[in-house]
């Protein structure tokens, strides 16, 4: 797989040190009577242009929503928006002669509990300390299309109705723990219950989805304009649900007419604002379109961003004549590629390392005791040596695949080492 890049935005170099010394000897004697020893490499370049890619800024992910807004000093003003179709949980619901609609309620499971949302503060997105959280649920006027391709959705011909549907008697903003809590509960209008339960009860019960395109065509729970928070990911997997509570034809409170959030036809989309951050040169991204940019380097930071694609592009112009140099007398002990951290905040676990066509090379978990990500590339230096790979550049980047499944986001910082352990003959 390769993603053309949208835009080369900007290139810096970071110089990588080595000390060249000779370790010592290694416990093995060649014929000749000579050793084999370790050293470390020269000293190489390292180019690396951050890029803007052909990611899936919108799209449906498997089971999961993204909504919310935040504000990052580096990265700027990121919003997404989760829109949702309904479908039935049970064959057959019948509200018919029901007395009452008493609460219809709108439960959304947070995808990882335990946990912390991607948000603005600091103290806030710190596991364990509340976040306040600012969304608001809209009725959709038309439907989505249930053949949605997973990473090319268009916008143009979906319409959001005006009038928001969670009720007054929610706190509001939210308070959410993920890390305590599994799911927000957002109390919609009686009166959107209504209609659903009306149609229903008419019809002495519902046996399809034929409601979906009659009453109701889905959710759209979009971030409050006024107020940037943060951006959590919800489950559609189990637990989300509409649930509408009412008293039933024969008196009884508390009747249940359930339905779930359809995965097969639910979707987010990702903007982002940079023009007022440090990164203002290069361009926004909405929805809907994608300009290219040429973008002189602010610092010698590398940037990588989730869901609005930012990823970097590394070149070694060393690292081609070391690996074929005498390439029959080399074997790469370790080597490993260092990420200092500058800031940790809202960092992804996991970052990955790709080639030019989109193979995975590596993987690294974020150390917090020393602030860095560790990428061993051991493998990969080795496969050079023995031309069973092609050099070429390589991509650092924020998930394990380009898509908006999440925004996570990390600065590294510019005393990057990729330190090479070899034997040589």
């Known amino acids: 797989m390769s993603w053309p890049a949208k835009g080369l935005l900007f290139v810096s170099i970071a110089l990588i040190f080595f000390s060249c010394r000779d370790n010592g000897d290694v416990g093995l004697n060649l014929p000749n009577g000579k050793p084999l020893k370790t050293s470390y490499t020269d000293t190489f370049l390292i180019y690396h242009t951050t890029v803007i890619d052909t990611v899936k800024t919108l799209g449906k992910t498997t089971n999961k929503l993204l909504a919310g807004s935040y504000i990052d000093p580096v990265f700027g003003k990121v919003t997404a928006e989760a829109y949702v179709q309904l479908g039935l949980a049970l064959q057959l619901q019948n509200p018919a002669g029901y007395r009452s609609v008493d609460s219809v309620i709108l439960t959304l499971n947070f995808w990882d509990n335990g946990s912390s949302p991607d948000s603005q503060a600091v103290a806030n997105s710190t596991v364990g300390i509340p976040q306040y959280y600012a969304i608001h649920v809209y009725e959709l006027k038309s439907q989505l299309d249930t053949n949605l391709n997973r990473f090319n959705v268009s916008l143009d011909n979906l319409t959001v109705g005006t009038t928001k549907l969670d009720a007054l008697n929610n706190a509001y903003p939210y308070n959410i723990d993920p890390s305590n809590s599994g799911s927000l509960r957002i109390y919609l209008n009686n009166s959107y219950g209504k209609n659903i339960l009306d149609y229903a009860a008419a019809r002495g019960g519902i046996y399809t989805y034929d409601f979906v395109s009659n009453v109701t065509k889905g959710l759209a729970i979009l971030p409050d304009p006024h107020l940037p928070s943060a951006i959590v990911p919800f489950s559609l997997a189990s637990g989300s649900s509409l649930n509408i509570y009412y008293t039933d034809s024969d ?27 440090i990164l203002k040169g290069l361009p926004n991204i909405t929805p809907t379109q994608m300009q290219q940019s040429l973008y002189p380097p602010p610092n010698q930071n590398m940037y990588l961003e989730g869901g609005v694609g930012i990823r970097e592009k590394i070149y070694i112009p060393g690292l081609k004549s070391f690996t074929q140099t005498n390439n029959n007398k080399l074997l790469i002990n370790n080597a490993v590629l260092y990420l200092p951290v500058i800031d940790s905040v809202s960092a992804p676990d996991f970052i990955y390392l790709y080639d030019s066509l989109g193979h995975a090379l590596s993987t690294a978990h974020i150390d917090y005791n020393n602030m860095n990500y560790s990428i061993n590339v051991t493998g990969y230096l080795q496969q050079l040596i023995f031309q069973q790979r092609a050099y070429g550049p390589l991509y650092i980047q924020p998930s394990w695949r380009l898509n908006n499944s999440s925004v996570k986001r990390v600065v590294i910082g510019s005393g990057v080492q990729l330190q090479v352990y070899y034997t040589q003959q």
């Open 251 to 277: 008196g009884n409170i508390g009747a249940d007419f359930v339905m779930y959030l359809n995965a097969d036809t639910a979707f987010s989309t990702i903007s982002a604002d940079r023009s007022a951050t």
